[in-house]
């Protein structure tokens, strides 16, 4: 059990999908590029597969999280409160955001993807405790959610993409060819992550990170707008035992 409210029927990896044929339906499947949704908790692993994914397949890896780190990095230099709305929202409108996937040779530095803010390099810049963090407080906030969701809804118009996140499969491309949650027990997760400080020289104790994960999944799932969730409509996958290959 993963601990995610779940929709009656999700579907399972063995299930097909069976699309009816009608002309009506056959019109709805026509789209200008070919969508992949990941949605799951903090540490399931949806940036690693994803980045696999969108380099075997061709497709532009799109981290959502990381457009909410870097509204958190906005708000956090010019020291404007996370819960301020209006502020954030009328800061990230006069930014520029870009995101694309890391370019060689310069970009291959072991980061999932880049993110380009008002013309700098910030993709490591975001991964900090504190961007994460904020991060998650501004995903609190429902009129920087709907500017973000535009923004992501018109990256994925023209380009088939890989797009992650909390609200992917539902909220930014509903539509989506192929939609998935991507989930693992808190310990399983807890131990990725502490791994990952680790590697990174950063230490911190297991139970430290466990309590953080439990944080993180509390605030995703009890906020007002568009909390993490499973719909009856995604194939789910549980990766605690899974290896990422
Ligand atoms: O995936 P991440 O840890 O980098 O995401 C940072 C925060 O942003 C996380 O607390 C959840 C939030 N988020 C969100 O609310 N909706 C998304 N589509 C992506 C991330």
């Known amino acids: 059990m993963n601990g995610f409210a779940q929709k009656k029927n999700p579907r399972t990896k063995s299930q097909v999908?069976?699309?009816?044929?009608?002309?009506?339906?056959?019109?709805?499947?026509?789209?200008?590029?070919?969508?992949?949704?990941?949605d799951g908790p903090v540490a399931a692993g949806k940036g690693t597969v994803s980045r696999?994914?969108?380099?075997?397949?061709?497709?532009?890896?799109?981290?959502?999280?990381?457009?909410?780190?870097?509204?958190?990095l906005l708000a956090l230099r010019a020291q404007i409160s996370l819960d301020d709305e209006d502020q954030i929202?009328?800061?990230?409108?006069?930014?520029?955001?870009?995101?694309?996937?890391?370019?060689a040779p310069k970009e291959l530095d072991g980061r999932l993807t880049t993110v380009i803010l008002d013309n700098e390099d910030v993709s490591w810049a975001i991964r900090t405790q504190k961007c994460g963090d904020g991060a998650s407080k501004v995903a609190t906030l429902s009129q920087l959610r709907?500017?973000?969701?535009?923004?992501?809804?018109?990256?994925?118009?023209?380009?088939?993409?890989?797009?992650?996140?909390?609200?992917i499969t539902f909220r930014v491309l509903p539509q989506a060819n192929l939609k998935i949650f991507l989930t693992a027990s808190v310990?399983?997760?807890a131990v990725r992550r502490h791994t990952q400080y680790l590697t990174k020289g950063i230490n911190v104790s297991l139970k430290d990170v466990i309590k953080e994960i439990k944080e993180r999944d509390e605030r995703d799932m009890q906020r007002k707008t568009d909390p993490l969730q499973i719909k009856a409509d995604v194939w789910v996958v549980d990766t605690s035992k899974l290896a990422i290959e």
């Open 52 to 72: 696999l994914l969108a380099q075997k397949l061709g497709f532009l890896y799109v981290d959502t999280g990381a457009m909410y780190r870097a509204t958190a």
């Open 187 to 189: 310990e399983a997760r």
């Open 17 to 38: 999908i069976k699309r009816k044929k009608s002309p009506k339906n056959r019109k709805e499947c026509v789209r200008k590029s070919f969508q992949i949704a990941i």
């Open 89 to 103: 929202v009328s800061l990230l409108e006069k930014s520029k955001l870009e995101m694309r996937n890391p370019i």
């Open 146 to 167: 709907k500017v973000l969701v535009k923004k992501q809804q018109k990256i994925a118009v023209n380009q088939n993409v890989i797009m992650e996140g909390r609200d």
